[in-house]
């Protein structure tokens, strides 16, 4: 399980980079980007996006075959 940050979705409020409490993720170009060794993966960001950019990976979750 990991974070991602959708850019195409990305607005550049930077809503998220306020709340994270790991400084995880700041502006580049106007799109957020995510240090994923900062990120703790508390998904505390996600609901702050308010263009719902931001999302938990659950592409690694597999095997349950869903
Ligand atoms: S999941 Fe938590 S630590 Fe990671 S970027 Fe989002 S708010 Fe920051």
Known sequence: MKIIV???ECCGSGECIKICP???LS???????????????DGICIP?????AIS?????????GF
């Open 6 to 8: 959708d850019s195409s």
């Open 22 to 24: 790991e400084k995880a």
């Open 56 to 64: 938990f990976d659950e592409g690694d979750v597999g095997g349950c």
């Open 27 to 41: 502006l580049v170009d106007g799109v957020a980007v995510l240090d994923e060794s900062r990120c703790d993966f």
């Open 48 to 52: 702050a996006c308010p263009n719902s």
